[in-house]
Structures are given as structure tokens and as C-alpha cells.
């Protein structure tokens, strides 16, 4: 059961007016933190120890004698030993004694225990928190269920392996390392029995995940990330915004499509499979016929969400789409809270959010300039689950 919106929203009747901004250390903590900064609202990262140098070091915030941020965005670091730890209760009365405001990435949900965030952690989320678990696709009601219910394209669904008579993705985690994807493409149920097989011997997937994988069509195209924003304190009209595109840049896939095919071959088996490591992002933008198509589907995304898990998609969400030789877009990912490619846009703003607000707008800054009219206009509790 997720914790009553109720009981979360009234956790900021105590918080002061100016809250403090936190994310978990990775994913897109330095956008949201540098978007909070460059609104004028303390930062903070809540890092795991061993990995907290990036932000207590190289982007922590230097100021001048009157106290104005001079270089940096990083305004605290804490350190738990593990990351789960944040959630620990006296973790949870230190963040609230400090009126922290806490922003959701995929660090969150892949380090803490959906459970514990859903039903334990009493700290104000930025974000809707009821939808993080639809991005687990072992989960009866997932991304698939909502995207489905709003009628938005989704890579065809292979029921089994003896069923593939084309090429399809398979969708699992890495055996290790859990936030990564041990993902891998089969054109037949010969190839995806040599490849599972294979990668179960390497110790990249397990035969557990893989009895839960999701089979479906590999649709052909360009991977375009669509970073909306939804603001529930605006006329429902304007409720919907696209900041920007973004794109992934996968290990060791990337390197295996910059050597020609005969050397391909020549690899040992393992360096042929790729992994689809997400290591980084870059910046897209897209064909402007196409718009029509993006922003309905974003549109069809925040009603069904709504409908579902109200008060349905607080801020920032990520559709994740490959575009047909037709020019139509398939969603076959989506991230319900910031996605992982909005740091290339800190500090100089999407090219769409800049576009509609006349001013650098990234995703980090869009969140903080939303926490800002919520406070002013006294609405921070509609932005809180």
C-alpha cells in the first residue's frame, strides 16, 4: 500500500519556505541539483560512500564573501554506507528536519526498495510516487499495462522463445549489475537459446530473470527519448511540455556498429553479443511533422496515468521511442520520473523547454522553477505525493 497522498503532502506544513532540494547520487542528480541552484533553492545529494567525490569534490558549491554561489551546484553531500541506508528512520527525521524536498531518478528505485519507498519513506517526493514500480516489467500492472490502456504503440509481444519468427528484443536485467540491462536480440528460437545459453554461462543474465523476460518486436528505427513535464498548476490545457530529446549511448553496442561486419565476425563470441550498457547520452531533436504524433501520445500518457494511479504524472517523464520508416514513433520504454539523459541539457536548457519558456530550461531547472510557483502561489502539496 503507497503511503496516503494525504499523510505525504502533510509533511511540509512544518518545512520552511525555501525547502531544500535532494536526489539520490547518480543517474541525474547534477541536473536536478543544478536546476535548483540556478532557481535559487539549496541542493543535496545523497551519496553512497565510496562514490561520493563527484559531488563533494568536483561540482561541490563554492561561494563568495556575500554568500552567492560562485561555481559549482552541489550545496551537501551526505554519505550512507549503502544507498538503502537514506531510508533508514533516523535517515528519514534528518531529511525532514532539514525540509528536504526529494526528486526521483532511477537511482531511487533501483537502490531502495520499491516497498520501502512506497510504504516507509516519509519524506515529500517531488514526483508520483505511486508510478515508480510500473517500470519494473516483472510487475503484473507495468509501463505495458498503462501504455496499452491509453492506446499507445508498443513493440508486439512474443508470447514464448518457440514462438519468434522475427527479430526480437529480449528484455531482462544484468545478473549483476541490476540497474543495467542484460538485453539481447534472437531472429529464431535456435539463436535465443545459443545466446541465453551463452550468456548464462558468462554470468551476464540468470535462467530466473530470463523465465520472466519480456519477448517482443524489434521495431527498426532511431531510439528518440521524449523528456515531457506535466504541471498539475496550470489550466489542463497547457499541463503539457516537451523540454527536449535525448538519445543513449550503449557499451559495447556502440563500438561493435563502428567496425565493419567482416571484422565483426572475427570477434570472439562474447565481444559479438552487445549489452546495451547505457553509458551516456546525447542531444537530439526531431522532424517537426512527427511533433503531432509525440505530443499526443504524451498527452494519451498523462490521462491514462490519471486514471490509474491518481493524481496520475507530477513533473518530469521520459517516453522512450523508436520512430518506423514511416515516421511513427513506438514506445518501448518509459521512465516516470526524470529520465537518464537530461544531463547533457543542464546549464544550457532543452531545445524545446527553451523554445516555450524564452530562457535556458532544462529538466533540473523546470523541477525547481515548478517547486518555486508552488510555493509562491501556496500549491506545494499538489506537487507532492
Not at 496516503?4 to 519556505?17: G, K, M, S
Not at 529464431?188 to 537459446?193: F, G, L, V
Not at 513535464?229 to 497547457?238: E, H, I, K, M, N
Not at 532543452?350 to 531547472?365: D, E, F, K, Q
Request: hydrophobic share 40%; with cysteine; net charge neutral.
Amino acid at each position: 500500500m503507497t503511503l496516503p497522498i494525504a499523510e505525504a503532502r502533510a509533511l511540509v506544513d512544518a518545512y520552511p519556505r525555501s525547502p531544500t532540494v535532494a536526489a539520490v547520487g547518480s543517474h541525474s542528480a547534477l541536473d536536478i541539483a543544478d536546476g535548483a541552484v540556478t532557481e535559487g533553492l539549496a541542493s543535496l545529494v545523497l551519496a553512497q560512500a565510496g562514490r561520493e567525490s563527484t559531488y563533494a569534490q568536483y561540482f561541490r558549491t563554492t561561494r563568495d564573501h556575500a554568500g552567492g554561489r560562485r561555481r559549482g551546484c552541489v550545496d551537501d553531500v551526505w554519505t550512507y554506507p549503502k544507498f538503502a541506508d537514506l531510508a533508514s528512520p533516523p535517515s528519514q527525521q534528518r531529511l525532514r528536519d532539514h525540509g528536504v524536498l526529494l526528486v526521483p531518478n532511477r537511482a531511487l528505485s533501483s537502490y531502495v526498495p520499491l516497498s520501502t519507498i512506497e510504504e516507509e519513506l516519509r519524506v515529500p517526493i517531488v514526483g508520483s510516487r505511486a508510478l515508480l514500480r510500473i517500470e519494473e516489467r516483472s510487475e503484473r500492472e507495468n509501463y505495458y499495462t498503462l501504455l496499452e490502456s491509453a492506446a499507445i504503440p508498443v513493440p508486439k509481444a512474443v508470447p514464448d522463445p518457440k514462438a519468434i519468427d522475427r527479430l526480437v528484443m529480449v528484455k531482462l536485467p544484468h545478473a549483476k549489475r541490476r540497474l543495467e540491462r542484460g538485453f539481447f536480440t534472437a531472429a529464431s528460437p535456435e539463436e535465443y537459446r545459443t545466446k541465453s545459453d551463452g550468456m548464462q554461462r558468462r554470468g551476464t543474465i540468470t535462467a530466473e530473470d530470463l523465465a520472466h523476460a519480456r519477448i517482443e518486436e524489434y521495431v527498426i528505427g532511431p531510439v528518440f527519448n521524449f523528456n515531457f513535464f506535466f504541471s498539475p498548476l496550470v489550466p489542463r490545457a497547457r499541463g503539457l511540455e516537451l523540454l527536449g530529446v535525448d538519445e543513449r549511448r550503449e557499451s559495447n553496442l556502440d563500438g561493435l556498429v563502428r567496425i565493419p561486419a567482416a571484422q565483426q565476425l572475427e570477434l570472439p563470441e562474447a565481444d559479438r553479443v552487445p549489452l546495451l550498457t547505457v553509458v551516456g547520452h546525447g542531444t537530439l531533436t526531431v522532424r517537426e511533422s512527427i511533433l503531432e504524433d509525440v505530443f499526443r501520445m504524451g498527452e494519451k500518457f498523462v490521462d491514462a496515468a490519471a486514471r490509474r494511479y491518481p493524481p496520475g504524472i507530477l513533473g518530469p517523464f521520459c517516453l522512450q521511442t523508436c520512430i518506423d520508416r514511416d515516421g511513427l514513433p513506438t514506445v518501448f520504454d518509459v521512465a516516470a520520473r526524470i529520465g537518464g539523459g537530461t544531463n547533457i541539457h543542464l546549464g544550457l536548457g532543452h531545445p524545446y523547454g527553451n523554445a516555450l519558456w524564452r530562457m535556458p530550461m532544462s529538466t533540473g531547472r523546470r523541477i525547481a522553477l515548478e517547486i518555486r510557483h508552488a510555493i509562491d502561489s501556496g500549491r506545494l502539496k499538489e506537487i507532492i505525493t
